[in-house]
């Protein structure tokens, strides 16, 4: 058989590397017990790739190879450092005869990354440290991206991460799945991360692409992963919540590569089969004792999704959901949505009345979206002037290329 041209086998590694080398790399961090050690290996296997695959050609599983491949590196590396043995006897996975290659128990690999997770969300580490962990180290996210999500500075947010993994090096923490009766220790912090995650590929913090499907497939492929090792509300709120949003990824960008609201949206576009799934697990999640945030967000999602047009979106059905969610979070982000509801119920005035609430107690002023809804009601109200004052701080707030067009497209419009 002919080997592929070099230009597609290049291709194929780096989709490969978008797609797979997190899920890789927690596999190595499982043979190898250390971060570092796998970070290496991983970058090793795929350097040797790209070297090897355009003349031999692509082995009939890729990601096992890189596994194999990435854990032989290091081995090596640590051999020549006289560590191999020291590390061996601490984490008995490491073996020099050990090959993960097509017969390997793949539902093991499958929830390394799951695994990872776990370990990163444990609770020795504080919230902040578990949170920035595993967005950098599980889902692959820049230091740059992760601080963006944590509203922070980049050296502040690696420190944090550096500290993180000495904390589980130094305690010893095991790499795995807890036994049952202590998930829900760390259960938020894990739903917490893949949210983030998904949010992150739903709509990406800065640069020229608005949506990163491979965040948004990784995040919703864990919670799927979760629902099948447990049956909490929560997880299937979760789930239900992100295959909502994620039905309308396809509606979101015009045919002039414009970013478009959800009235706006050719909603025949929208994945009916990830909404009917979505339907099913949020009316389970809401028929739970205990109504988690992710359900009533996952509820409130569903609305929205399963109107047949935007007009007759059931506005008072989602204020009174709001409203119930206020009571159990009572964030500035839920207020935040909750003004939209109101405006919608009850007219702008009242909306900006809640809004601007939230402008003089400072609450996100640094979010853009705070100051776009603002904006928004202000113009509804015929005010103009200070409708295009408050779309210019908002775009002050976004680095996303795809937001800054369309706020520039509304103020342009005011004008």
Not at 46 to 58: D, L, M, N
Not at 238 to 261: N, T, V, Y
Not at 298 to 317: K, L, M, N, Q
Not at 359 to 377: C, G, P, R, W
């Amino acid at each position: 058989m002919p080997l592929p041209p070099v230009s597609g086998v290049t291709a194929f590694i780096e989709k490969l590397y978008r797609e797979q080398s997190r899920r890789i790399l927690a596999t190595l961090i499982r043979l190898l017990g250390s971060f570092e050690l796998a970070e290496e290996a991983l970058h090793d296997a795929f350097s040797v790739a790209i070297k090897q695959w355009p003349t031999q050609g692509i082995p009939e599983n890729p990601r096992a190879w890189l596994i194999s491949t990435g854990r032989f590196k290091a081995i090596d590396k640590l051999r020549r450092q006289e560590r191999f043995k020291q590390l061996a006897q601490e984490h008995a996975e490491i073996s020099e005869h050990a090959i993960v290659d097509g017969n390997e128990n793949l539902d093991y690999i499958e929830d390394d990354s799951l695994r990872l997770i776990f370990t990163c969300c444990h609770p020795a580490l504080s919230t902040e440290a578990r949170v920035a962990l595993t967005l950098r180290e599980v889902c692959g996210l820049t230091t740059e991206e992760v601080a963006s999500a944590f509203l922070t500075k980049p050296t502040t947010l690696a420190q944090r991460i550096v500290r993180a993994k000495r904390k589980i090096k130094n305690a010893n923490i095991p790499y795995e799945i807890p036994q049952s009766e202590d998930i829900p220790k760390r259960l938020n912090t894990v739903l917490q991360v893949i949210y983030l995650v998904f949010n992150e590929g739903y709509s990406a913090s800065a640069g020229e692409q608005l949506q990163r499907s491979e965040l948004t497939n990784e995040a919703i492929r864990l919670a799927r992963l979760l629902c099948s090792l447990m049956d909490e509300p929560e997880v299937h709120g979760l789930l239900a919540l992100m295959l909502f949003q994620a039905s309308r990824q396809q509606a979101r960008i015009g045919a002039g590569g414009e970013l478009l609201r959800l009235h706006e949206q050719d909603r025949s576009l929208w994945n009916q089969a990830m909404i009917t799934e979505a339907d099913v697990l949020v009316k389970a999640a809401l028929s739970a004792k205990h109504i988690g945030v992710y359900s009533l967000q996952a509820a409130i999602a569903g609305v929205h999704a399963t109107a047949t047009t935007s007009a007759e979106t059931d506005w008072r059905e989602i204020l009174g959901l709001y409203n119930l969610l206020l009571q159990i979070n009572n964030s500035p982000v839920v207020t935040l949505n909750r003004a939209v509801a109101v405006g919608h119920v009850f007219g702008p005035e009242a909306a900006l009345n809640e809004i601007e609430q939230l402008i003089v107690k400072e609450h996100l002023k640094d979010y853009y979206l705070l100051h776009s809804t603002h904006a928004y009601f202000l113009q509804e109200l015929g005010d103009t002037k200070s409708a295009a004052a408050s779309y210019q701080r908002a775009l002050s707030f976004t680095e996303q290329q795809h937001e800054r067009d369309f706020l520039e497209r509304c103020i342009r419009e005011l004008n």
